[in-house]
């Protein structure tokens, strides 16, 4: 079955950097467009970032354009988010999430397949 597995989650000072990482099997990786979402406690599931089957595409939030880079590589079947300029507001449980790639640019939560379990980002000052 298919699993999303993630990591690289923890605990980091304001203004620091944090790199996730999302292991993904069974699947065909290189065929599935990736996100990255984060929910909050008390708020609802949002979008983060996301990146087409190939890597020449990718998407983000108002809330991270500029901090922060996601990438793919299909060979690993593992997709990255780096994370800079950490804020409080960063606080979150990170997920990964697939779907078949359908060239689509809407990624709202709806939209994807297959979740991960999620990986704790907690940002203190």
């Known amino acids: 079955q298919v699993q999303l597995v993630e990591s690289g989650g923890g605990s980091v000072q304001v203004g620091g950097s944090l790199r996730l990482s999302c292991a993904a099997s069974g699947l065909t990786f290189s065929r599935h467009a990736m996100g990255w979402y984060r929910q909050a406690p008390g708020k609802e599931r949002e979008f983060v970032s996301a990146?087409?089957?190939?890597?020449?595409?990718?998407y983000y939030a108002d809330s991270v354009r500029g901090r922060s880079t996601i990438s793919r590589d299909n060979a690993k079947n593992t997709m990255y988010l780096q994370v800079n300029s950490l804020k409080p507001e960063d606080t979150a449980l990170y997920y990964c999430a697939a779907r078949w790639e359908d060239y689509a640019d809407d990624f709202s939560p709806g939209t994807m397949t297959y979740w991960g379990k999620g990986t704790l980002v907690t940002v203190s000052s």
């Open positions: 990146i087409s089957w190939s890597g020449g595409s990718t």
